[in-house]
């Protein structure tokens, strides 16, 4: 048992050292990669060329494959930032802020998405660009949180004291996550209900949502290997002055 | 042996207070710094005076379509001079350094930033509930909505007063940062904005009020419950880096 723990402690640490998380990432950055590539790659084809188009909105429907994996990311990326904040606060890693300080802007990015995507679908289904519906506000919401996370870090001329401020922030700011997922349960909006569940089979048919789920893993492995491409400069950015990454770079 | 009785005297002894009296002396401190620098508060309210005042004029003084817009109005200029009134929270106390003697009491300092932000609700919150009547009779308001409009302000900007704490203590800091407070509070103070204005709107048209009343009372049970220990994390960075 004791020594089950003084193994754990070891791994936290190594995973807390800069150096060994930087090789690390390099290591795994490739087959993040390549499965994005290739889950992208097949999904986009079999989504846009394959699945049948939808009987009610005919092909304006595929707006789907880009809509749900970036709203799906908008969020997880949040929840990343907040267990990366956790554990920056609580254990003081300085490698958990430097990943949620390389994550904030993609998940910005994927909120932008989301709502830009959406507003186009909205034309041909809905008639409008924009509605005030309690999905469509919520995740605007989530845009600003994004923004003034990363505006927040941006104020301090001291590094270190801006990544706590952002992690404060960060953890205040995830009340908004359970109220975009369910404000179309909780109201009765325009939107429609969440596409995938865990306990139930989509509505949609499997040749429908299988692309739509390769594009979903497909988005996840993009955003980690940008995530560890990212985290590999913010590291020696950072670490600027140590001898291993004067080394790293000569 | 006798203790030398110079130390005794020397010292000034400071006797132990218990929370609840830190709590009252805190309260009260804040209370009588605002008697003696009244524009700190009183500024907020006029500001919120003034911009009712400008829709009126700059949109149409027609009776029925002021009173369409006045619950949702009343709320958003409220909500804005709680905005205008935080910058000051903490700025002064930052400044001279009773922040620093704050963080150092030997008093939980999330319940020290509880009954700060009791005091500031006390100089803007209610005092705003107090003249949302008059400031509804310049917007015509109907009277079916001004009780409603009272109690939602009072429970409303309870939560205003706690989130935008959160916000102030992080940017207390910071030169200029109170653009960058109002970008960081906003969207948090949506949700109140949205439930405030639906109770009054619910009660003009007659309809019952208890579901977005309860919502507000529950979003301030959740931020009584979290706001103060976020307060206290951001003094802390703010003050030690």
């Known amino acids: 048992m004791r020594g089950k723990q003084i193994g754990m402690w070891k791994l936290i640490h190594k995973l807390g050292s800069p150096k060994w ?3 690390l990432c390099g290591r795994l950055q490739p ?19 394959f699945s049948p188009p939808d009987y009610q ?15 799906i990311l908008a969020q997880s990326v949040f929840l990343a930032m907040t267990f990366a904040s956790v554990v920056f606060l609580v254990w003081k890693i300085k ?17 932008l998405l989301g709502l830009f995507s959406g507003a186009v679908w909205g034309i041909p289904t809905w008639g409008t660009w924009w509605t005030w519906d309690a999905r469509l506000t919520s995740m605007l919401i989530q845009l600003f949180i994004y923004i003034g996370i990363i505006a927040l870090r941006g104020a301090f001329s001291r590094p270190e004291q801006g990544a706590k401020a952002v992690a404060v ?63 590999r400069s913010e590291i020696l950015k950072r670490e600027s002055r140590t001898r291993w990454v004067q080394e790293a770079v000569k | 042996m006798p203790p030398p009785e110079s130390t005794a005297t020397a010292a000034p002894t400071l006797a132990p207070r218990g929370l609840a009296a830190t709590c009252v002396r805190q309260v009260k401190r804040e209370l009588a710094i605002a008697r003696r620098r009244g524009s700190e508060w009183i500024n907020p309210l006029l500001f919120q005076a003034l911009v009712i005042v400008l829709f009126p004029l700059g949109i149409s003084p027609e009776p029925a379509l002021l009173a369409t817009l006045a619950p949702g109005l009343l ?49 803007t919150g209610v005092p705003m509930a107090l003249i949302a009547p008059l400031l509804g009779l310049l917007l015509s308001l109907p009277a079916a909505g001004v009780a409603t409009l009272m109690a939602a302000l009072l429970l409303g900007s309870a939560t205003f007063s706690l989130i935008g704490a ?76």
């Open chain 1, 169 to 231: 922030l960060t953890l205040v700011g995830v009340v908004n996550i359970p109220i975009i997922k369910y404000s179309v349960s909780w109201w009765n909006t325009l939107h429609q209900p969440a596409t995938f569940t865990l306990t139930e089979r989509p509505a949609m048919p499997e040749s429908m949502w299988m692309p739509l789920l390769l594009m979903v893993l497909g988005f996840y492995c993009f955003f980690t290997a940008l995530t560890l491409y990212r985290l």
């Open chain 2, 75 to 123: 709320w958003v200029t409220a909500l804005l001079a709680v905005l205008l009134s935080l910058d000051a929270l903490f700025r002064s106390d930052f400044d001279d350094g009773s922040l620093e003697q704050m963080l150092l009491s030997p008093q939980p300092l999330p319940a020290l930033c509880l009954a700060k932000t009791f005091a500031h609700w006390l100089l």
């Open chain 1, 95 to 111: 490698l958990a802020d430097m990943a949620a300080s390389v994550m904030a802007p993609f998940g910005a990015a994927m909120t």
């Open chain 2, 166 to 241: 959160v916000g102030a203590a992080l940017t207390v800091s910071l030169p200029r940062g109170g653009v960058l407070l109002s970008l960081l509070i906003l969207p948090f103070y949506i949700p109140v904005l949205i439930f405030g204005a639906g109770a009054v709107n619910a009660a003009i048209a007659g309809d019952p009020v208890t579901a977005p009343m309860a919502l507000l009372g529950a979003m301030l049970a959740l931020a009584i419950a979290g706001a103060p220990f976020a307060i206290a994390g951001a003094l802390r960075i703010s003050v030690d880096g």
């Open chain 1, 21 to 23: 998380c930087y090789q």
């Open chain 1, 57 to 71: 909105m005919g092909d304006s429907y595929r707006i789907i494959y880009v809509h749900v994996p970036a709203a």
């Open chain 1, 31 to 49: 087959v993040f990669w390549i499965a994005a590539a290739a889950l992208l790659a097949v999904g986009a084809v079999w989504s846009l060329a």
